[in-house]
């Protein structure tokens, strides 16, 4: 078994839960993906080996709850990712509007920015940030090249 996978079966143990068959066929899911999953995509990534829509929906809200994924939301949609392995402070999105592909952002000097920002709002509000989201929406340049716009 992969080692990730070992880390969060031993990390689900740790705090009590059972490593099922289900929270596996999950795990490997995330694991082995670098897409950003709807609760859809993942059933039907898993229902082969037997993994109900409700079993989906409450192994998400436990291993969000445990930081094993994250949870973004785009639209009123929400899209799961593996968090628990991330470095990352800074996670960056564009959703594109027309043909619903996300990217993920990655620039030192943006990031950079960004982090003088956090430091600044933790010593003026006396906040703990340790984790900055951005999901930015638009046209992508494939659907700009293609000549495809949104729809209204």
């Known amino acids: 078994?992969?080692?990730?996978?070992?880390?969060?079966?031993?990390?689900?143990?740790s705090k009590g839960y059972k490593f099922t068959r289900s929270r596996k066929a999950m795990t490997e899911l995330f694991v082995t993906t670098p897409d950003h999953l709807k609760p859809?995509?993942?059933?039907?990534l898993t229902k082969d080996q037997?993994?109900?829509?409700?079993?989906?929906?409450?192994?998400?809200d436990l291993m969000v709850r445990l930081g094993?994924?994250?949870?973004?939301?785009?639209?009123?949609?929400?899209?799961?990712?593996?968090d628990l392995f991330s470095r990352k402070?800074?996670?960056?999105?564009f959703h594109c509007r027309v043909c619903g592909q996300i990217k993920e952002y990655s620039?030192?000097?943006?990031?950079?920015?960004?982090?003088?920002?956090?430091?600044?709002?933790?010593?003026v509000f006396e906040d703990d940030i340790d984790d900055i989201t951005i999901v930015m929406t638009g046209t992508c340049a494939d659907c700009i090249k293609a000549g495809r716009s949104p729809s209204a």
Request: charged share 30%; hydrophobic share 40%.
């Open 89 to 93: 402070k800074l996670h960056m999105h």
């Open 50 to 60: 037997g993994v109900s829509v409700p079993t989906v929906y409450r192994n998400l």
């Open 40 to 44: 859809e995509d993942i059933h039907k």
């Open 68 to 82: 094993i994924i994250k949870e973004i939301e785009i639209h009123h949609d929400r899209f799961y990712e593996l």
């Open 1 to 13: 078994m992969d080692k990730k996978v070992l880390e969060i079966q031993a990390l689900l143990i």
């Open 107 to 123: 620039n030192p000097e943006i990031f950079k920015s960004m982090i003088e920002q956090r430091d600044y709002l933790e010593s």
